[in-house]
């Protein structure tokens, strides 16, 4: 009994002095690693040639990476979302290469001087690391600078494709870029160029249309106005204010319906099946456009190639993108993307940047990332020369935009939501409609009407006329942007005087005794982003049938209106409307669409997509068949015209 108290005491006291010293030997360790962070210089710089702004960027780009750890080459890789930031010293720390704000990812004060106040922080954070590489920082700039009230929202790109011009598509992404640019942002991951052949996809409306040739032009109109805004750097010379990111590569649109990777989802981040004629003859043109016009980095897709993701496909990303179509800028990665390879974190990064990914949009945990890429390299799972690729074309796209030659500020001569933007997007909200019947020759509204009765879900709502990636990733609702005018606004300024305009989100005008002479139901769909909006049965809701129905007894003539993102089946009730027309999702400047109601300016839109009379023709296949070979409700280029 005695000898086994005792041995326990004895045994109490050893772990007690082992515990203490393991505190002391860590408080010192950590002592240790303090000093010599705080106090040993920094490794010297080997060459400072690359500041030299009169050197070819090669040379510059050759002696930059010559200096270079490979850990700092590893930070330039990574993408990360500013709330994923631990602490902003790690941005110094770890030399990291970019920084976004996805949809939703505001600063706390969400202005125009907030959004530079940040950007700048973070600019200023990058430019204290030992080598001053400075940062790119990415938006979804898709309609406008959405993420920012006040900005002008543009209509969404399935509305420019409609106007199939590409001079006033690439006014519109310029003037977006200003907008951009005047944030001190200098990146934006636009344009789109899927090409949506089933309109069950919750991001139909990000793209300009299914018809190769006609993203093509306009994808090449997009990287050219958004490039076009420009920075003065040192001496007279001149830069691209915003690099433009054409996305999703490859193949992206072409999903099949249940196939989605993400539970959640039903054909978003879905597989596209292996085509190599498809590929050459329809997705890979507007990408050799977008190049050809400029775009110096390009996004990999959430999609598959038949069962491998996108982001692990050496064949598509370094043998076509990079080989085939010559492409010399950095490929980065969609949101979380790299991690949806198999095998674990270890094993994805390493697949995703032997296949060709440049920069990961990590989003979220830098500091495993870079330890696992180091890693990897040291061990041989990861070539040297593919991580001094991956930089090297990350850098080239920096100098390009003169990020070693300038002060980063916000341009702050450019202005948000100024009215000479709005005037635009007001022009291309007009020209993007699409009318689709006329009866009777209802529209343009004659001007012997006197009075107009309104209704529906989309009448008097900003933030659904806007769609998503309005403020939000899922939009808004209401009418609270800043200077926006909803389709009722505007249809009530237009009339003045000359008509009475009643409006009833319901259509219930019952009581109003006398039947009005024209009724204008402005129907659609509230906003969703991505898998969200993946929809089985894309119908008009049952209250805005009911609206329409309501309306049609209590009035003459009844005009349907649809604000949505894709075309939706109404095979059983278009006939029984005098008019229809699509809206798409046509952004702040709601005016525009009544230009065009009152014949202000002439319908002249004209359907990106085919419209589709039931879920059993879909998809539509590259020829522009249906699935069941039965005819589609509207053909692709259909639009009637009015002056
Ligand atoms: C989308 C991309 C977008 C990225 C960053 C992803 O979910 O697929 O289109 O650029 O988020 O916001």
Redo the contacts with the bound molecule.
Sequence with gaps: MNTHMENKKAFSVFALVGILLFVFASAALAFFFFILYKYVPPLPVKDMAYMDATLPVETRITSLLSSMTLEEKVGQMALVSKDSIVRMGDVTHYGIGAV?S??GAKPAENTQEGWSTMVSDFTDASKASRLGVPLLYGV?AIHGHGNLPGATIFPHAIGLGATADAELVEKVAKATAEEVAATGVNWS?SP?LDEPKDIRWGRVYEAFSDDPKLVASLGAAYVKGTQSVLKMGSGSSTYPAVLSTP??FVGAGSMIWDSSSNKKYRIDQGKTPVNEKFLNEAYLPPFAGAIDAGAQSV?V??NSWGIRKLSASKHLITEVLKGELGFNGFVVS??YGVYEIPGGKYIAAVSAIDSGIDMV?LPFDYKSFIRNVVFAVRVGNIKESRIDDAVRRILRAKFALGLFDQVNTASSSLQIGSNEHRQLAREAVSRSLVLLKNEEDVLPIRKSVTSIRVAGSAADNVGEQSGAWTVEWQGIDGNWLPGATSILQGIKTRAGTNADVQYEKDGNFSANGQKADIGIAIVGESPYA?GWGDRENPILYKEDLQAILNLQATCEKVIVVIVSGRPLLVSNEVSSWDGLIEAWLPGSEGQGVADALFGDVPFTGKLPVPWPASTQQLPIGQDGATADGSALLFARDFGLTTR
């Design positions: 976004l996805n949809a979804d991951f789109n996305k999703h996004m897709g959430l969609d949101w949009m991505e």
